[in-house]
């Protein structure tokens, strides 16, 4: 079922895309300083998404994983001192 509904979000949001790209036809020239690219500006202003998306996806994902090391480094010190304290 949530499979199901991501599909149909994901489509959504491909069909948006389409009839913007299609209503923002007009070509924007991007000087990158080794290149010079021309693009219609809804796939420039999409591909920006895109981008925006994905590193800030790669943005929270380490940030998670981060945090969860910390918890899992601090949870063995924790279980390491409780040992050495009931050794004793």
């Given at each position: 079922m949530r499979l199901a509904i991501t599909?149909?979000?994901i489509l959504v949001f491909v069909l948006v895309g389409v009839v913007f790209g299609a209503l923002n036809a007009a070509v924007v020239p991007f000087d990158l300083g080794f290149a010079r690219v021309s693009v219609p500006k809804g796939a420039a202003v999409l591909a920006a998404l895109v981008v925006g998306?994905?590193?800030g996806g790669i943005v929270a994902w380490?940030?998670?994983r981060a945090r969860q090391?910390?918890?899992k480094r601090d949870a063995s010190a924790r279980a390491s001192a409780t040992a050495s304290a009931n050794d004793s």
């Open positions: 599909l149909l979000i998306w994905i590193l380490s940030g998670t090391r910390r918890r």
